[in-house]
Structures are given as C-alpha cells and as structure tokens.
C-alpha cells in the first residue's frame, strides 16, 4: 500500500530496523505505564466498547446495530465504522480469546503509536534513511497540544477518541502511497483508493487533509489536468466504497450534530502558540522545509502544512461563517498539525544529517541531539509533547 524505503548507498536495513525499535520500544513503555492491560472507563472509552460489542454482535450492517444510528442519529459523525471493525476482525482472528474489554485495549495501544509508526515510515522515505527520520515521528507520537489538537495523545488515547487519532495516523500512509505518483510514476489506486476510504471510514475530520493530499500530488508534476481527472477518479471511487455509511449521513445532516467543542480564534491560536513554543521551531522548521525541498514528492510534504492552514482558514471564515459546522475547523486543524509535523521532521533530518557530515557524527548521534532539542523545548511549555503519564493520569 505504500512504496518501499530505499536506504542510502552507505545505510543498511539496520539503519531502517533500529530506530523504529526503538520507537516502539518507547511507545510500549508508555503505554504500559499510561495504560495497562485492562479496559480504561471513563471519557470516550466506554462507548467504543459499545459499539465494537456492537459490530461484534450483531454483525458489520450498520442497520442490524441501531436505525437511528444509521440513519442519522447524532453520534454518526463522531465515530464510523472501521474502528469497530478493526476490533472485531481482531476478536474474531483471536477465537474469542480476546475478550470486547480487551479487544478495545489492543486498539487504545495501537492507536497511540500509529502516530510515530507513519510518520516515521513516510520520513524514513523522504529522508533515505531511519535515524535522520526519528525526531520527527518521536513527536508525531508524544505531541498532545490538548485542547487545540484532539488527535493528540492526551485527546486520541487520554480522552479516548481513538478512531480520530488512528485516522489521524492513517494520513502519513496517504502521503507515502502517492510519492512516486508525484515522481512520475503510475496512480497506485490499489493503495490510494482503499487508504482514502479507511480515512473517511474511521474519522470524517481527517477527510479534508486526504483530499488536500492527493490534490498536490495530482498537482505535482507536468500533465496536471490528466493527473487530476485520475486523482478524481480515485476519490469517486472510494467514495463509492464508503457510501453504505456517507449517504445515509448526508441524507439525514440536519439530525447531526458538529464534531468540536467551541470555535477556533485567533486567541485561541495565539494562545497556542504562547503555551507551547516548540510549535514556533515546527513552523520554522517547515517554512525551511519549503526550501530544502527537491523532489516533487518532498515538495509535497513541505507544502501540505500550508495547504491545509488554507483549508482552515478557508473553513472558519466561510463555511462556518455560512452555518455549516459539520466539519469545523477545530478538528480539521488536525491535519495542519500533523502536517506541520511531517514537514519540520523532514527539515530537520536533513539538517541534522548535515550536521552529522560536517562534524563527523554518527548519524544515531544527530538523531538523538534531534529528540533531545525537541524535548528540551517542549518542556518549557505546557504539555506539549506527553512524555510520560502524569500520576494520577494513567488508567486504573
């Protein structure tokens, strides 16, 4: 579904494998310590226990669930289906042996480190190498920004809306599967088509990053006309496999309800911006990104950010202002961040890496000064990246 990473001529596959380990290692030791072994109840939690019992119940049918849910009760924005089908293949695989409680824990586990995994996948791309890409994905999985970012860790795994922090997760994948598009090479419908649904299928607030996202790759290289009548081809078709949970959405809109709490401001931004100074290093990061950018591919991860800031503001000062809050921009904005994310790795692994060759550093080295950087100026604000679960804050 999505191209493979070449290493460098001088990188191995360990330079690939090991810095993800040590992600993972990382995420594992969280989640241990934030989040346990037993079914977390309280926030969002309980009801996607709900609704993955639910699916496993009654079956996929959405009807067989609950009409009104179906068509058009008011949680149908907040949560589609594809989180609760996800738990309930993976209950199914396990026989039983998982229990719903359980099956939903596994999910809460992996939704927190989705994240990084991606991020790190799509760096690693752009980057040719692992090491130069850990920064990056280290605070595509810690960032919580709570409340301007609700895919965060504290709103994705805290909170429990999980099926926003995995579709939020699943945008990375997006951007890698249409790299060699933007190079040139064929539409890779195969790993397009499917990714664009899983998006719409498991939080609707992600769905205009992957529109954004496969508009500049369309847009990215000679013969756009043509690209974009494939680019809008590819979504008919997604669209076309989501239609059994979109259309009776649609249908009933008026019954829905808005997917965010409050509107977002200027202050609100500005406030941002006060508590958590590192997002003043990513925005400059990812205006160098711009810069340092040469392929079409890369050129796409530099210029995403500033896509989806237009969307945003293209949301709040028109589509809001007309009365239509189904998608608003405090939950778009999502997408900005994680693209912020993406493009400020992808600048800062290129500068860490010639940092390592002026210095003579070992890559691992560089990497690490990179983490250490963002860790160090995270911490002087307030929960910006969530290191480690506060007490009193893990599961119990």
């Known amino acids: 579904m999505m191209p493979p990473v070449t290493p460098r001529a001088s990188g191995s596959r360990s330079a690939i494998l090991v810095p993800l380990l040590l992600l993972l290692a990382y995420a594992t030791l969280f989640a241990a310590a934030a989040l346990g072994r037993s079914p977390i109840a309280f926030d969002d939690h309980p009801g996607q226990i709900y609704r993955l019992w639910l699916v496993t119940t009654a079956g996929p049918a959405p009807w067989a669930w609950n009409w009104g849910w179906w068509a058009g009760y008011p949680e149908l924005q907040f949560y589609p289906p594809a989180v609760a089908y996800a738990g309930a293949l993976l209950h199914g695989a396990t026989l039983g042996a998982l229990g719903i409680g359980a099956t939903h824990q596994v999910l809460v586990w992996l939704a927190y480190a989705a994240p990084g995994v991606t991020a790190y996948l799509l760096l690693a791309r752009a980057l040719g190498g692992g090491w130069l890409a850990l920064p990056g994905a280290f605070v595509a999985l810690t960032l919580s920004l709570w409340p301007t970012l609700t895919s965060g860790v504290e709103g994705g795994v805290h909170v429990g809306m999980v099926p926003a922090r995995l579709g939020w997760a ?37 769905l205009p990053a992957a529109i954004v996202i496969v508009a500049l790759a369309a847009l990215a290289t000679a013969g756009r006309w043509q690209r974009a ?52 290093a990513l925005f400059a990061l990812a205006v160098a990104a711009l810069v ?55 600048a800062a692994g290129r500068f860490l890496g010639r940092l390592a060759a002026r210095l003579a550093l070992p890559e691992p080295a560089a990497a690490l000064v990179g983490v250490a950087t963002a860790v160090a100026i995270s911490l002087a604000g307030q929960d910006t990246l969530t290191l480690w679960p506060r007490p009193g804050a893990a599961t119990a």
Do not use: K, Q, Y
Not at 257 to 276: C, N, P, Q, V, Y
Not at 292 to 320: F, H
Not at 323 to 330: C, D, I, N, V, Y
């Open 170 to 206: 699943l945008l990375p994948l997006l951007v890698a599967a249409l790299a060699r598009w933007s190079d040139g090479c064929p539409f890779p419908a195969r790993g397009v088509v499917p990714l664009a649904a899983l998006v719409a299928l498991t939080h609707p607030a992600h």
């Open 229 to 280: 009548a494939t680019a809008l081809g590819g979504l008919a078709l997604a669209a076309l496999v989501t239609a059994f949970w979109t259309v009776p959405l649609l249908a009933r809109l008026d019954n829905a309800r808005a997917l965010a709490w409050g509107e977002l401001t200027m202050a609100s931004l500005r406030d941002t911006i006060l508590l958590h100074p590192l997002s003043l």
């Open 292 to 346: 340092v950018a040469r392929s079409a591919a890369e050129r796409t991860v530099a210029v995403l950010p500033w896509a989806m800031a237009a969307v945003v503001a293209l949301d709040v000062a028109v589509v809001e202002r007309a009365g239509l809050r189904w998608l608003p921009a405090a939950r778009v904005l999502d997408g900005f961040w994680l693209a912020l994310v993406h493009a400020a790795g992808f």
